[in-house]
């Protein structure tokens, strides 16, 4: 079975600091893994996915991760951190069985950045 | 190219009662999927719909129960609800049931008091 675990559930972090969130999963084949983020009262937006090509992916807004293969990880980081990044962050893993793909989400790790 | 929308935003309903969530998918897919999001936790896979059969199923009991319109919309019905139910219902389409790239709507905030 897949799964996915993320280590800290509220990461705080000064305006221009290094934002680094925690992913780490279980898979018994090779995953798909994504990162998506979670605005206040909005729904999910991708912000970038592993899919066996290069092991560091580059999303959308100055994010970027590295899988690690060795490391069963996959670790969501943002080199200076601005205040509108204060969202939720949701690392996923992709489980495709039966013919169909579902996500498989860690709990969150809420973002919160200060002056 | 127009989004995932979903409605209503915010329901409230009473333990007992029956709920309708509706869905429309983004242009062009053919597949969506439904997740619970209970407060603090991460999105769970209800089940898919991919060309208006159910395609898949998570961890939910039969109460959980949805539709595909030709159109490619949705609709979620919950019945006999139960506290435990209150969590915001994410909706997410898809280009093909085995697509691994997701769309995801607003959501549908449902409080059962």
């Known amino acids: 079975a897949q799964s996915v675990t993320q280590l800290g559930s509220h990461v705080s972090v000064s305006e221009g600091a290094l934002v680094l969130l925690r992913c780490n999963y279980s898979?018994?084949?090779?995953?798909?893994l994504f990162w998506y983020v979670q605005y206040p009262n909005q729904g999910l937006q991708l912000l970038l996915k592993?899919?066996?090509?290069?092991?560091l992916v580059k999303g959308i807004n100055g994010f970027e991760a590295e899988f690690k293969k060795s490391e069963t990880s996959f670790h969501l980081t943002k080199p200076s951190a601005h205040m509108s990044d204060a969202a939720e962050y949701f690392c996923?893993?992709?489980?495709?069985?039966?013919?169909?793909?579902?996500?498989?989400f860690g709990a969150g790790t809420r973002l919160a950045v200060h002056p | 190219e127009t989004g995932v929308t979903q409605s209503p935003t915010h329901l409230i309903k009473t333990r007992g009662q029956q709920v309708t969530l509706r869905c429309s998918s983004q242009?062009?897919?053919?597949?969506v999927s439904w997740y619970q999001q209970a407060l603090g936790q991460g999105p769970q896979f209800i089940f898919q719909?991919?060309?208006?059969?159910?395609?898949g199923r998570g961890n939910f009991p039969p109460r959980f129960s949805g539709l595909q319109f030709p159109n490619y919309s949705s609709e979620l019905n919950v019945n006999a609800l139960e506290l435990d139910d209150s969590a915001l219902y994410l909706c997410?389409?898809?280009?093909?049931?085995?697509?691994?790239?997701?769309?995801f709507g607003s959501g549908t905030q449902l409080s059962v008091l």
């Open positions: 997410a389409s898809s280009q093909d049931r085995d697509g691994e790239k997701l769309f």
């Open positions: 996923a893993v992709s489980s495709v069985s039966g013919g169909y793909n579902k996500l498989i």
């Open positions: 719909y991919y060309r208006e059969e159910e395609n």
């Open positions: 242009s062009g897919h053919n597949t």
């Open positions: 898979s018994s084949v090779p995953p798909y």
């Open positions: 592993y899919t066996s090509a290069a092991t």
